[in-house]
């Protein structure tokens, strides 16, 4: 299910390259505080960034929604494609009885009859397959809506201008790593997952994440 893990921030972030290379990282000017500016006399952006695949792998919020919409969809999925696999070799020796006249007209139509019902439980299984998808994608746009607070949070907190976004497949090709706030990040937004998910402390303690 790591389709479902696609961070999406609320906030648009878009800075043509062309934007990108007008600025020029600078020192930082005291402890925490990282700026960069463009061309001389201008007011410096304090900007920061997160590295995209760092949130998708260590947010438990991501993590353990990955967990069971997997563990859901495959048991769902399994057992679908064990039902079409036995309606497939159900067809399959029907056609064969009739074309070598083994079984009878009463009977093939009895089983052919089956073999369609079979088809409608398969249908309706597919919408089940469908719900499951539909729950985790909703699930995973409503941990995304927490995360963009979050971050809007963030940037107030600390005087901050732009947060990027920074990982695979991002415009971004290189990040000076004293801009990275991801660590501090994760674990502010665990922290705040775990208190209102307590039972989920007892299993980040066994399992030391």
Do not use: W
Request: one cysteine or more; charged letters at 20%.
């Amino acid at each position: 299910m790591k389709n479902f893990l696609h961070f999406a921030i609320g906030i648009s972030l878009i800075i043509s390259s062309a934007a990108l290379l007008m600025f020029s990282i600078q020192p930082a000017y005291g402890e925490g505080e990282r700026s960069i500016g463009n061309q001389a006399g201008s007011t410096p952006l304090n900007v920061l960034y997160i590295n995209i695949d760092s949130i998708n792998n260590n947010y438990l919020a991501y993590t353990d929604l990955a967990v069971s919409a997997t563990n859901n969809l495959d048991s769902s999925m399994k057992a679908y494609q064990n039902a079409a696999a036995d309606l497939q070799n159900r067809y399959a020796v029907l056609q064969q009885r009739v074309t070598i006249g083994s079984i009878s007209a009463e009977s093939a139509m009895k089983e052919e009859q089956a073999i369609n019902d079979g088809l409608d439980k398969l249908r309706i299984h597919e919408a089940q397959l469908a719900v499951i998808e539909s729950q985790a994608m909703a699930e995973n746009d409503s941990i995304s809506e927490i995360v963009a607070l979050y971050f809007r949070k963030y940037a107030e907190t600390h005087n901050v201008d732009y947060v990027l976004m920074y990982g695979t497949g991002m415009p971004i090709i290189y990040a000076n790593q004293h801009l990275d706030v991801t660590d501090e990040c994760v674990k502010e937004l665990n922290a705040e997952y775990l208190v209102q998910h307590p039972d989920r402390i007892k299993a980040a303690d066994k399992t030391g994440k």
